[in-house]
């Protein structure tokens, strides 16, 4: 079956370190693949975007990896800060220009900074 | 970016009735997607709403139960129809601005419905 897959669990990390949050996915083939950020009561807001074809995008302190071959999206924050905290969410588009807008999304990881 | 107004932000509704949900955006947009987020659940895609034309509904989603309007660029609602108690979720519109498919979604705030 079709499945796209975070750590449930919540993430919690001291102010300063880098978070690294897994997104796997299995039955797939993403033309790209994003990061959201969501916060308790709010719409996700985008984070990041990486195609097939990139192994690595940076944003600020942001930085996301994907290797198709693992079928893995690595999203790494450094010096993470407390309001840093939120919950983060996967997506994958599949190929195909019917498709653009559907993404299909992991269930989240909650992370903590704790200052 | 987008400004998007979603009404109501959150209702409290009885077993059996119907609840219209609209979105607003500030600015005139090529796609409109409504999404459902269950409690402790990822977000799932119900329908594309598509301008002059009926929605485009995704597995598992008919119109009887989601009908959806879009009559124009800017606007649209979806309508939760007969609710169940399992119809208690987020509702979520969102958008893809311009032309030039940069993937990006913007998200409304969401409006939270609880059926009782």
């Known amino acids: 079956s079709q499945k796209i897959e975070q750590n449930s669990e919540a993430l919690n990390i001291q102010e300063g370190k880098t978070a690294t949050l897994t997104c796997n996915y299995t039955n797939y083939s993403p033309a790209y693949l994003q990061w959201y950020r969501q916060d308790p009561g709010r719409g996700p807001v985008f984070l990041l975007l990486i195609r097939e074809n990139e192994k690595e995008k940076r944003k600020e302190r942001l930085k996301v990896t994907f290797d198709t071959t693992l079928k893995q999206s690595l999203f790494h924050i450094t010096a993470s800060q407390p309001a840093d905290s939120a919950t983060y969410l996967c997506?994958?588009?599949?190929?195909?220009?019917?498709?653009?807008?559907?993404?299909?999304f992991g269930q989240g990881t909650t992370l903590q900074v704790k200052p | 970016s987008a400004v998007i107004s979603q009404k109501p932000s959150r209702d409290i509704c009885q077993r059996g009735t119907s609840l219209t949900i609209q979105c607003q955006v500030d600015?005139?947009?090529?796609?409109m997607f409504w999404y459902r987020q269950q409690p402790g659940q990822s977000l799932t895609l119900i329908a594309t709403?598509?301008?002059?034309?009926?929605?485009?509904?995704e597995s598992g989603f008919v119109i009887d139960k989601f009908p959806i309007s879009r009559p124009n660029l800017t606007f649209s609602t979806l309508t939760v129809s007969n609710m169940s108690p399992e119809d208690s979720s987020i509702y979520l519109c969102?958008?893809?601005?311009?032309?030039?498919?940069?993937?990006?979604?913007?998200f409304g705030e969401g409006s939270r419905l609880t059926v009782l």
């Open positions: 997506a994958l588009v599949r190929h195909g220009s019917g498709n653009t807008g559907k993404l299909i």
């Open positions: 969102s958008v893809i601005l311009g032309t030039v498919n940069t993937g990006e979604l913007f």
């Open positions: 709403a598509n301008q002059g034309s009926e929605a485009t509904y």
């Open positions: 600015s005139q947009v090529t796609m």
